[in-house]
C-alpha cells in the first residue's frame, strides 16, 4: 500500500469552527488531492496540488482553502465549518509520468459538523 | 449529462455468475480510463487501467469503446469478496484531473 496517512480518522465539531484536515505523504509523489465523498454524488474534487506551493480548485472548493508548504503534507482547511461540509474526506497522491497515471488513496477522514 | 455516468445497481448475482459494468463518458478527448473498486467505508483502489487493445487480469477484463464512448468491467466466476462498489475514471487527454463515475454496487450472495 501506497504511505499515505490522514489525521484525525473522525472528527465531530460544531458550525462555525475552524477545521484542518491533514494528508501525509511517504511516497514523494508530485501530485495531491482532497475529494469529499457524500451519498448520491460519489467522489467531487475539491482543491489539489500540482507542486509545492502550487494548488488549484476543483468542482467543490467553496469554504475550503488548502495549503502545501512541502512535498509531503497537504493540508485542507475548513475556515467556518458549516453542516453541509459532513463528509468523508479523501486525500489522493499520484505520480503523473508519461501516459501512466494512477492514484491512490488515504484511508479517509470522517467529518461531522453539528 | 454528467460527464461519466455509471448505472448505481446494485447488481445481485449469485457465487459464480459473470456480471458485466459499463461506464459511458461524454468527452470524446479523455484519454486514460480506469476501474477502481471501493469497499463499504473504505478509500477506492485501483482495480485495472483500460487499454485501448482491452486488457485483462485473472477474473477481470475491462475493454473500451472509444466509438461508443464507453468503457466495460466484465468479472467472471463471481466471488464473495468481489462484493463492492466499483468507480469508473476518467482522465482528459493532457489532465491530470481524473472524472469519477458514481459507481455501481455490485452484492455477490451465496
Known amino acids: 500500500d501506497a504511505g499515505i496517512t490522514q489525521s484525525p480518522r473522525h472528527k465531530v465539531t460544531e458550525t462555525g469552527t475552524p477545521v484542518t484536515l491533514r494528508c501525509h505523504q511517504t511516497e514523494n509523489h508530485r501530485y495531491m488531492y482532497w475529494y469529499r465523498q457524500d451519498p448520491g454524488h460519489g467522489l467531487r474534487l475539491i482543491h489539489y496540488?500540482?507542486?509545492?506551493?502550487?494548488?488549484d480548485k476543483g468542482e467543490v472548493s467553496d469554504g475550503y482553502s488548502v495549503s502545501r508548504s512541502k512535498t509531503e503534507d497537504f493540508l485542507l482547511t475548513l475556515e467556518s465549518a458549516t453542516s453541509s461540509q459532513t463528509s468523508v474526506y479523501f486525500c489522493?497522491?499520484?505520480?503523473?509520468?508519461?501516459?501512466?497515471?494512477?492514484?491512490?488513496f488515504g484511508p479517509g477522514t470522517r467529518l461531522t459538523v453539528t | 449529462r454528467k460527464e461519466v455516468e455509471q448505472d448505481p445497481g446494485p447488481f445481485n448475482v449469485p457465487e459464480g455468475a459473470t456480471v458485466a459494468f459499463n461506464c459511458t463518458y461524454s468527452?470524446?478527448?479523455?484519454?486514460?480510463f480506469f476501474w477502481y473498486r471501493q469497499d463499504c467505508r473504505k478509500e477506492p483502489k485501483l482495480l485495472m487501467s483500460?487499454?485501448?487493445s482491452g486488457n485483462e487480469d485473472g477474473r477481470f477484463t475491462a475493454q473500451l469503446n472509444r466509438a461508443s464512448q464507453y468503457i466495460s468491467l466484465l468479472i467472471r466466476d463471481s466471488k464473495l469478496s468481489d462484493s463492492a462498489t466499483y468507480l469508473c475514471v476518467v482522465i482528459l487527454g493532457g489532465s491530470y484531473i481524473p472524472t469519477f463515475g458514481r459507481g455501481t454496487s455490485l452484492i455477490v450472495h451465496p
Open positions: 483500460v487499454y485501448s
Open positions: 496540488s500540482y507542486g509545492v506551493k502550487d494548488t
Open positions: 468527452n470524446s478527448a479523455s484519454q486514460s
Open positions: 489522493a497522491i499520484s505520480n503523473r509520468d508519461r501516459d501512466s497515471y494512477e492514484q491512490y
